[in-house]
């Protein structure tokens, strides 16, 4: 499979844990995206990725949250403390290093629920 | 704020019908337009992108097409089979976002075609 990956796919949780999400991105793309997605809504931009700079994070980005990619490959988001209001799906997306095209390609998403 | 409206929000159609979809923005300044299928619970699939030279793009049964003057963007489906049934999302970067990496979303077009 030579598409975007995310893990895992479902994540329960508690109030007040931490939790870590990653994203694999197609190999060859340098740039890497998460977004967020509630229920009825389109995905809503959360922080971007060139190769391992972080470049653009969203005011939706609140302290609780944390994303990095170490290498430039994969990503990682993290959310700590919890809130019910953090549930959603997160949806990691890449794109390639064309001038010009920055098509996004989207993964399957890990769906958050906080109870 | 609302930048991106798809309309409508939900769409039945018979089998073999041909339909449009509109989506629209507040801010006609954009760049590139990317229209998704998203089917329940899981992520985007990309289906077209416009980059900001063009005025449209086919493919297959699909064909999306972008007036930058007026601010808005169609996707036309020909013959519509029940596996066309999804929520269909369109996304641009816009430049009141100040961004050319960060896709805006509408709240998509859910769209079921019945046997």
């Known amino acids: 499979d030579t598409g975007v990956s995310q893990d895992p796919r479902h994540k329960i949780t508690k109030r007040g844990q931490n939790v870590t999400f990653r994203c694999d991105p197609i190999?060859?793309?340098?740039?890497l995206y998460w977004y967020r997605q509630t229920l009825g809504q389109g995905p809503e931009f959360l922080t971007y990725f060139q190769n391992e700079a972080q470049l653009e994070k969203s005011r939706l980005l609140s302290d609780r949250f944390s994303a990095e990619r170490p290498k430039g490959s994969f990503s990682t988001l993290e959310i700590q403390r919890t809130e019910q209001g953090d549930s959603a799906m997160y949806l990691c997306?890449?794109?390639?290093?064309?001038?010009?095209?920055?098509?996004?390609?989207f993964g399957p998403g890990t769906r958050l629920t906080v109870l | 704020k609302q930048e991106v409206t798809q309309i409508p929000a939900a769409l039945s159609v018979p089998e073999g019908e041909n339909l449009v979809l509109n989506c629209s923005f507040t801010?006609?300044?954009?760049?590139?337009l990317q229209w998704f299928r998203q089917d329940p619970g899981k992520g985007l699939t990309s289906l077209l992108l416009?980059?900001?030279?063009?005025r449209e793009q086919t493919s297959g049964r699909l064909n999306a097409s972008l007036d930058k003057s007026s601010g808005r963007s169609t996707l036309y489906i020909a013959a519509s089979q029940p596996g066309d049934s999804a929520t269909y999302l369109c996304?641009?970067?816009?430049?009141?976002?100040?961004?050319?990496?960060?896709?805006?979303f509408g709240s998509g077009t859910q769209l079921t075609v019945l046997p």
């Open positions: 416009i980059q900001s030279s063009q």
């Open positions: 996304a641009g970067y816009l430049l009141s976002s100040g961004s050319a990496r960060q896709l805006t």
């Open positions: 190999s060859e793309h340098n740039r």
């Open positions: 997306a890449s794109s390639p290093r064309v001038s010009g095209n920055n098509e996004q390609f």
């Open positions: 801010d006609s300044a954009i760049y590139n």
